[in-house]
């Protein structure tokens, strides 16, 4: 009776285990799927001359294109919403569709109008994915990060981390980053009043955004993991700014730090020259 018992209660594991696998190789399936799609739709872009580019121009009017440019704004403005990165695939596949052949003008008219009517810029963090994000220059407000003070907390929390990243030669262990936070009163261990869950704000919202980057360092036990600048963040966080920043909070000129100035004035020296291009 006992073994039968056992017997009937291993079969029940042994089928959910079965379920798992099951589920599991079928969402790896669907993922792979939708990673092929999203090249093929990419793909399609590339594919697309200047020629064909130029007869499709023909069968659309201005104010169609038009219309279409305020819808490719408004995909990218929610997602912004959230900081989430878009893919140049996910805009064919959901808003520019069967403009798809004059993608390039719509692109370069979007870019225009985030330009002279939000005063965003368009960027492309990725140029192997095509993946792009909204920009504006953020510049740290003094005093937030140390007191964390409302307004805009979360910006205040990521110039913290980005600024440990920065003086610390730009790959940090993430045991550095939750002690520095400590340090101000943010402990990663505790849910605080405006972030909540300090540790998934950090690994998994600004990883989400491209703010920050967090990878496991290989061949560790247990499992260490680091923190690195993010792209979007390369892209719109000014690192001489950010020194400066820096120099407030101990009272130093940010020159005394050789090496983090030398760094900072070359990336604001190529910045700067990209944008007169």
Known sequence: MARNKYNWQGSIVMSQRKKAVSAFQSKTQRRSQLNLDEEDEDANFSQITSSQAQRA????????????????????????????????????????????????????????????????KLVEIDQKNHIYVLINKLEPIPEEPVSMRPGN???????????????????????????????????????????????????????????????????TEPVECEFRWGLRAEKEVSKLKLLEFVGELFDQDPQSWTQQFREASTAETNSQSSHTL
């Open 153 to 219: 907390p979360k910006t205040g929390l990521l110039f913290v981390i980005l600024s440990v990243i920065f003086m610390k030669g730009g790959v940090i262990k993430e045991n550095l980053v939750w002690n520095t936070l400590k340090k101000l009163r943010v402990d990663p261990g505790e849910k605080h009043d405006n972030f909540g869950d300090i540790k998934k704000v950090v690994t998994d919202e600004f990883v989400r955004q491209k703010y920050v980057e967090y990878v496991k360092i290989p061949h």
């Open 57 to 120: 121009r023909e069968n659309f009017t201005n104010d169609q294109i038009d219309r279409k440019v305020a819808e490719v704004v408004q995909f990218i403005l929610i997602k912004d919403q959230k900081k989430i990165p878009v893919r140049r695939a996910d805009i064919g596949k959901h808003v520019i569709k069967e403009y798809k052949a004059i993608n390039a003008e719509i692109l370069t008219r979007v870019c225009r109008k985030f330009e002279q009517v939000f005063g965003l």
